[in-house]
């Protein structure tokens, strides 16, 4: 009687270890998504500041670039819902190349607009 009741303490043990394990590994999880939404919120908002700037430039960047940690990459391509009009996609990517954020915006073609 008394190996059974070792045993069955034992499997007790070993199922309250997996659940506290569990919830710390959630725990862990959360923490560690805020950390890389700060991160996306602050690539947003290099993203929207570069967006804003191709817009009172007018002059739409072709190339990659790095702005404050990030790599930008812009693609400029003709928008299919009508004429005249440019589709112009962001993303951001960090050190490791992976995406952070990404921004578009449908832009009007004017003669002054380089693409």
Do not use: C, W
Not at 26 to 38: D, K, L, R
Not at 46 to 62: D, F, G, H, M, Y
Not at 64 to 76: K, L, M, T
């Amino acid at each position: 009687m008394l190996e059974a009741a070792t045993i069955v303490e034992v499997v007790i043990a070993l199922v309250i270890i997996v659940v506290v394990f569990g919830m710390a590994m959630m725990i862990f999880a959360n923490v560690t998504q805020q950390a890389i939404s700060a991160k996306k919120i602050r690539a947003t908002a290099v993203l929207r500041n570069t967006l804003l700037k191709a817009e009172q430039s007018r002059q739409l960047p072709q190339e990659a670039f790095n702005q404050d940690g990030f790599r930008i990459i812009p693609v400029v391509k003709p928008f299919e819902g009508g004429p005249g009009l440019s589709e112009f996609h962001l993303a951001a990517y960090d050190e490791n190349q992976q995406e952070i954020a990404k921004v578009s915006e449908i832009m009007i073609n004017n003669d002054n607009v380089k693409p």
